[in-house]
């Protein structure tokens, strides 16, 4: 069973950048969309970015333009790097998967990864 893993989570003061990259394990994995999500203690999980087919991305208001995201289809993997970072931006991570198109939609994913905590902190 394919499975999500994500690394790279850290401490990291504002302004200062990290990468995050989730890695898929278990069996053949293909999915058309891959995105981001996090979530802050007492807070949904909110959408971050996706990527989909033929290369193309979307961005929530909130990253726009720090962040950016990457996938390695021979690699199974999808980055996420995140520059000028923000108090804000202080939650656990996760990466998902779907089969379908590119959305923000939290129910449209399929897949899961555990999450990586990211903490932005002087």
């Known amino acids: 069973q394919v499975q999500l893993v994500e690394s790279g989570g850290g401490l990291v003061q504002p302004g200062g950048s990290l990468g995050l990259s989730c890695a898929a394990s278990?069996?053949?994995?293909?999915?058309?969309?891959l995105g981001w999500y996090r979530q802050s203690p007492g807070k949904e999980r909110e959408w971050v970015t996706s990527?989909?087919?033929?290369?193309?991305?979307m961005y929530a208001d909130s990253v726009k333009g720090r962040f950016t995201i990457s996938r390695d289809n021979a690699k199974n993997t999808v980055s996420l790097q995140m520059n000028s970072l923000r108090p804000e931006d202080t939650a656990v991570y996760y990466c998902?998967?779907?089969?379908?198109?590119?959305?923000?939609?939290?129910?449209?994913?399929?897949?899961w990864g555990r999450g990586t905590q990211v903490s932005v902190s002087s």
């Open positions: 990527t989909g087919p033929y290369g193309r991305t």
């Open positions: 998902a998967a779907r089969n379908g198109g590119l959305s923000g939609y939290y129910s449209a994913y399929d897949l």
């Open positions: 278990g069996g053949v994995f293909s999915p058309a969309t």
